[in-house]
């Protein structure tokens, strides 16, 4: 699978400096302010189009979900992305992401990250979840 999203995302992506993204992440965090929710929404748009264009090109299970996670964030250049599934739980553990750069908080470095998975997730297997950031771990309950 990880060679197949590799082929995707070489096809289908953007390759851009991460300093670049991280500036952008933090110039949008500091824009928003309190309103920083908004941030994580679009971001949870984004990522519900990503899951659509990468169902499209590869055939995934519900079992496969956390697999195509894990490969396709750290495929995309966000850091070393860890999936654990934990009977109705997935924990998404971010290692060495420059997304750590845009803020002191991980809770806010992480959130448009979060947005992002929660709408990639939420398309695959086609309901709402919860998720929520503990740390450099984005929780999400299926």
Partial sequence: MRDKIKEFLEKEGVILPKDFVAELYLQMLKMAGPFSGLIQNGSKRAGKVAAR???KSLSITDKEVPEALKHFFSLAGFGD?????EGNVLKVHVKDSFLFKSHDDPKKSLSPLAGA????????IGKELKVSIEDKTIVIIT
């Fill in 53 to 55: 264009s990468l169902i």
């Fill in 81 to 85: 992305v860890e999936v654990i599934v």
């Fill in 117 to 124: 998975i929660q709408g990639f997730v939420e398309e695959f």
